[in-house]
């Protein structure tokens, strides 16, 4: 029964907005000067403000509005709410992994390019500057509570990640946006996720959002300095 009733919540809010409606209600105006920034993801932006590992970019007015488990139409939705509303100055957008695992049902690599590139337009089309995050490799060098390997490559294929990175990166150089290349910082020379960066092959964990923090720092910087 209870799994029911969240599905019936799940389909009811299907973006999920409701889940940073207060959060975003209580925010101020972004002052003139304030170089804002909003982080639109799935669980990997979401569980960056984890206490755990070291909370999101502390004493940066970075915002984070990742939601565990979403797939780029579900952040299409909630964009002009959780982004747009916000008045950022940047958008970091790290989306696409779970529309490779198909956590909303079938999707094609082209429609999720095309989300992406929505995101984007409305970005633009609202003043605020776009940075383009590749998607980050998996493994299967993860184990789960009672050991059992954990395979994230089946409903990831690499190969599906390195097609839709290539996309993203020749969309953002095309476009004139910034193109955060996660992927090559954290892969290894097998093509996957380093085992050190993640506990389950997915996630990046401690260590893995050390690599991450710096490269998006610096993207952010690049991004404002643009002209």
């Known amino acids: 029964m209870a799994k029911v009733e ?13 889940r940073y409606r207060e959060a975003n209600a209580s925010l101020t105006a972004a002052a003139k000067d304030e170089q804002r920034v909003v982080f639109m993801g799935d669980s990997i932006t979401d569980m960056w403000a984890l206490p755990r590992f070291g909370g999101f970019f502390p004493g940066k007015p970075y ?11 579900q952040m299409l939705v909630r964009f002009r709410a959780d982004v747009i509303a916000l008045q950022p100055k940047v958008v ?8 490779l695992a198909g956590n909303t049902g079938p999707i094609t690599v082209e429609e999720t390019e095309g989300n992406l590139a929505s995101m984007a337009e409305l970005a633009r089309a609202n ?27 089946t409903r990831r294929p690499p190969e599906k990640i390195l097609e839709l990175n290539a996309w993203i990166k020749k969309y953002a150089e095309e476009k004139g ?17 380093r085992k050190e960066l993640s506990e389950d092959g997915l996630h990046p964990n401690a260590a893995g959002y050390a690599v991450m923090a710096p490269l998006g720092e610096k993207a952010i910087e690049a991004t404002l300095k643009a002209k």
């Open 6 to 18: 969240a599905q019936s919540r799940t389909l009811l809010d299907w973006p999920n907005l409701a």
């Open 63 to 73: 915002i984070d509005r990742g939601i565990s488990g979403q797939t780029t139409p």
């Open 92 to 99: 970091v957008i790290l989306a696409g992994t779970n529309d």
């Open 127 to 153: 003043g605020i500057r776009v940075v383009l995050a590749s998607v980050l490799p998996v493994s299967n060098y993860g184990r789960d509570a009672n050991g059992n390997p954990l395979d994230m490559r």
């Open 177 to 193: 946006h910034t193109y955060l290349d996660y992927f090559s910082a954290t892969v290894d020379d097998h093509g996957l996720l």
